[in-house]
């Protein structure tokens, strides 16, 4: 089995629009909530989210290629740029048949389904849709414009799991390569959720928050008063490498990749297993594959949604894989920063994950005032400041509707 790395890291977040400002922000604990200004919310019971802040495409393209781009693809190849600069990749050196994307999203084009639609119906009907309609909504669209832009000719397609798609394209990623079948692959997800559909979907399912006078702490992961998860945009990159290749171009390491664990709760289309089944399987087997124990693990970024049963499932699942090892565990949940980037949030989580190995930092918890009852005291939620920690071992966990149960183990790379 071939070793695998991560060598290229790149993000387009509502707390920074690259990696070092999103780094930044998530230490200094800095919330991404805004009031929305993708559309008017004036009539939905949640006004606000996680937008980026003064985006403009014309800032990454030209007009004419932004037109045939859905938010989604636009924030997927920002990022992938970003990562493979990062990765001071040259493809004309480089075998592009072992090079590969597998690049995920949840949803796709939502936005550019709506307008298409809505105008359809404010034309009385006439079918009349922009020649860009199909490619802009297609979920695989993202990964092939990567493959296209950059000449890429191995493995390309685009896993749609929910909200643990993108943490599943890096663990596939890591499949692919350490079973010698390409050298790089060019991994993440992207989102761009913020649409009326969605928030009034999601409302009707009463799954997001509704805190719209105290909306910047909505997102309070583990607190006794959350009240649901606050919805965010972008994406997330990561080069996935081989240690073999890495190491002929002399290329950066940021950390080695040990293990991916892909379970499903087999329960309910929404809900989590009340005692988090599908979660325990995926950290139990990460750890199997990554073949270390438990107490191996320093630091572990939570899915931790700031939904009711959603927060306490994994906590559950968290209690059963690391019964023993809980007080030394520094636990975080960057998502009370970012909201929930749905399709990409594993992404940016894996690429916080990542950082914190490197840097020896553990980014903080914010907005959680007072912890659910439920929650053991001997749990380390890394409330309100980051903590500086020695990490070798770190965990990221992602979990989606159908099910979907996804862990990815990290460990610092030695020369």
């Known amino acids: 089995m071939k070793r695998v790395v991560i060598t290229g890291i790149g993000a387009i977040t509502p707390i920074g629009k690259n990696i070092e400002t999103y780094w930044q922000n998530l230490l200094k604990g800095v919330s991404g909530a805004q009031e929305i200004t993708h559309f008017d919310a004036s009539k939905f019971k949640t006004k606000f989210a996680c937008e980026l802040k003064n985006y403009n495409p014309l800032d990454y393209f030209d007009r004419q290629e932004a037109r045939k781009l859905d938010r989604f693809s636009q924030y997927g190849l920002i990022a992938t740029k970003e990562a493979i600069n990062d990765a001071q990749l040259n493809f004309q050196s480089l075998d592009t048949e072992r090079i590969g994307v597998i690049f995920a999203t949840g949803n796709g084009g939502f936005e550019t389904f709506e307008k298409e639609i809505l105008a359809y119906a404010e034309s009385n009907f006439n079918p009349r849709f922009n020649p860009f309609f199909i490619t802009k909504i297609i979920p695989n669209s993202l990964s092939g414009m990567i493959s296209i832009k950059y000449g890429l000719h191995g493995i390309n397609y685009c896993p749609v799991t929910a909200c643990a798609s993108s943490t599943q394209s890096i663990i596939q990623a890591f499949n692919y390569i350490r079973l010698n079948k390409a050298d790089i692959i060019v991994a993440g997800g992207s989102e761009a959720p913020i649409t009326a559909g969605s928030i009034g979907g ?33 994406a997330g990159t990561l080069i996935v490498e081989s240690l073999d290749s890495a190491l002929s171009r002399n290329a950066k390491i940021y950390a080695e990749i040990l293990g991916g664990g892909e379970n ?17 399987l995926a950290m139990k087997n990460a750890l199997l594959e990554a073949r270390i124990e438990p107490n191996k693990i320093d630091y572990l970024n939570a899915h931790a949604t700031s939904t009711g049963l959603g927060d306490l499932s994994e906590i559950k699942a968290i209690e059963r894989v690391f019964h023993s090892h809980l007080n030394s565990l520094q636990i975080s949940a960057t998502k009370s920063m970012t909201g929930h980037l749905l399709g990409g949030t594993g992404a940016i989580e894996a690429i916080a994950t990542c950082l914190s190995v490197q840097q020896n930092q553990v980014p903080p918890t914010i907005n959680t005032k007072e912890i659910d009852s439920s929650i053991p005291p001997e749990i380390n939620l890394t409330l309100n400041k980051k903590v500086d920690k020695n990490i070798e071992y770190a965990l990221s966990n992602s979990f989606g509707f159908g099910g979907h149960c996804a862990a990815l183990v990290l460990k610092k790379y030695i020369d």
């Open 202 to 234: 999601f409302n009707a399912m009463k799954a997001m928050s509704t805190n719209n006078d105290n909306f910047q702490s909505a997102s309070k992961p583990f607190d006794k008063n959350r009240d649901g998860f606050v919805v965010g945009e972008g």
């Open 264 to 280: 499903s709760d087999a329960f309910h289309i929404t809900g989590t297993h009340p005692e988090g089944q599908g979660a325990y």
